[in-house]
């Protein structure tokens, strides 16, 4: 059964393969990324899955600001990671099993319409092939006026070892580094190593970035229709200060996160935007 919706409001996707992912309704959230029997993809032990709070770890979906807008009162990295989303179904084509979810403007909670009054539909797609992930992001604006927003797919990839990790394809970009108040900085490194809090958004990122880890590939990351990466690993004061994330589990993760936030992206009334990555296993 290529997709079954499961008793915790969640999908399973299997392939033929053996490959697997699991996507919670709350958020369209994948939670889980399976290949070759290991997961490939880091959700905190101590993560709260009852939808009371975005779930930490996963792809969350952020949309439609990126960290906090003065303007628009939504909790940071907006509402798309904090709502129930529609199961749409299951489309599969050539050898990718995938499935779609759906968030429209009527299921956001008075609160967030205020805060973000437009009309859209968020279409979600989430494909797997016997080593690839595929998730895409459809944006359609359904108001007459141009609206704007930020999004990002905020990926937790699952390492043994933060200090045995690099990412590589950044070299030369510059980067808006929030561990330093929002410094810009040239990155000098062919690879991106972690020995502390890393927090930093990379511009005019090229398609594709690769994770190694312990000096082999690891993941291949190629997106389409963003921008920029984010690079985030909370290290030791950041992990004991998130109550939804273990004081001990830094070390087990990395965001490489693939997005468009440094710039507002715009779309005019009728038209849509699309935002994807295909994550390799390697
Ligand atoms: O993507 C990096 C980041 O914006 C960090 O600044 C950190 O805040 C992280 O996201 C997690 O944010 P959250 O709202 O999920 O705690």
Redesign the pocket.
């Known amino acids: 059964m290529p997709a079954h919706e499961t008793s915790h409001k969640s999908i399973l996707l299997e392939h033929p393969s053996g490959a697997k992912a699991e996507i919670r309704l709350f958020g369209a959230t994948v939670t889980s990324w399976t290949v070759d029997g290991s997961e490939r993809l880091f959700v905190s032990k101590n993560a709260i899955l009852d939808g009371s709070k975005?779930i930490?770890g996963g792809i969350?979906i952020?949309f439609p600001i990126?960290?906090t807008e003065e303007k628009i009162k939504l909790?940071?990295?907006g509402f798309a990671?904090n709502s129930n989303w529609d199961y749409v179904g299951i489309l599969t084509d050539n050898d990718e099993v995938a499935v779609r979810f759906s968030l429209k403007d009527n299921q956001l909670t008075h609160e967030q319409r205020s805060a973000w009054p437009h009309s859209f539909r968020l279409n979600y797609t989430v494909a797997i092939t016997a080593n690839t992930l595929r998730t895409t992001l459809v944006v359609k604006n359904e108001d007459e006026d141009t609206f704007e927003f930020k999004s990002?797919l905020?990926t937790y990839f699952r390492v043994p070892n933060i200090e045995q990790v690099a990412v590589n394809g950044l070299s030369k970009l510059t980067y808006t580094d929030?561990v330093q108040n929002g410094a810009k900085v040239v990155e000098e490194n062919q690879k991106v190593t972690v020995a502390g809090e890393v927090?930093r958004v990379y511009t005019n990122v090229p398609e594709e970035v690769s994770i190694e880890i312990e000096n082999k590939p690891a993941f291949k990351i190629v997106k389409t229709g963003m921008k920029d990466t984010?690079v985030?690993n909370?290290w030791i004061d950041?992990a004991k200060g998130?109550g939804d994330f273990g004081d001990h589990e830094y070390p087990n993760m990395i965001?490489v996160?693939v997005g468009s936030v440094a710039e507002w992206v715009k779309v005019a009334g009728g038209e849509t935007w699309t935002g994807s990555q295909i994550i390799t296993a390697l």
Do not use: I, N, S, T
Request: charged content about 30%; aromatic content about 10%; hydrophobic content about 35%.
């Open positions: 975005a930490r969350p952020v990126f960290g909790p940071q990295h990671r990002l905020h929030k927090d984010v985030w909370p950041k998130m965001c996160e």
